[in-house]
């Protein structure tokens, strides 16, 4: 026979239930988005972070400097190639690049780890700066490597330079990217996903956060 504590505490997660699942009220609603945020922020991020191997398995992409103008390859590569021809970087290389149509202003980018011998040249990069307070997501467009005189051995050292597609030149905090500041590698996009951050963020700075 049941306690009545237990009884009192299934009784209370019937109505507790009731209440997010079943009733359509103001307050209803309210419990329902904090607990979906609470799940998404403590369960689902995490977890996908986990099984992707970066903690930030999802970003949002918040300029256009990954945007196509014109949007066809042909079009963006006719006003585009001469940089990327003079960086070794020819048309037929560019089509082999993941998500070689770039990235668009609101999309969602989905995110893998920075296994450092797995990236490339043309992966998209995401990384951060102390110019910045977002994460860049820039396409890499040249990588160093150095070999540093160690204790037993030379280990190799690693930069990237990376440049937005739609922007005329890499930035100066683009030069000599560290391991230490990468975040992973672009794997796919969802389009007007990003949209729901950006908006949030923005009501926030207009009450005064963030």
Not at 45 to 74: C, K, N, R
Not at 121 to 138: A, C, N, T, W, Y
């Amino acid at each position: 026979m049941s306690s009545p504590f237990v009884e009192k505490s299934k009784h209370l997660l019937k109505r507790f239930l009731h209440f997010v699942w079943e009733e359509d009220s103001l307050s209803s609603w309210v419990v329902n988005i904090i607990l979906a945020f609470v799940l998404i922020k403590f369960i689902i991020y995490p977890g996908l972070g986990f099984i992707v191997g970066t903690q930030f398995p999802i970003v949002a992409v918040v300029s256009g400097s990954m945007e196509h103008h014109p949007s066809s390859f042909s079009g963006w590569w006719d006003d585009r190639k001469s940089w990327y021809e003079a960086h070794a970087i020819p048309s037929e290389a560019f089509l082999e690049f993941q998500l070689h149509n770039g990235l668009k202003k609101g999309d969602i980018v989905f995110i893998r780890g920075k296994k450092l011998h797995n990236i490339k040249i043309g992966d998209i990069l995401v990384f951060r700066s102390k110019l910045k307070s977002e994460p860049i997501i820039h396409r890499i467009v040249s990588i160093e490597r150095e070999g540093v005189a160690q204790e037993g051995g030379a280990e190799e050292q690693i930069y990237f330079t990376t440049k937005g597609d739609n922007n005329d030149d890499s930035y100066a905090f683009e030069h000599r990217i560290r391991k230490d500041q990468i975040i992973g590698v672009a794997s796919f996009r969802i389009p007007y996903l990003g949209y729901l951050k950006i908006g949030f963020a923005a009501m926030l700075k207009l009450v005064g956060i963030g």
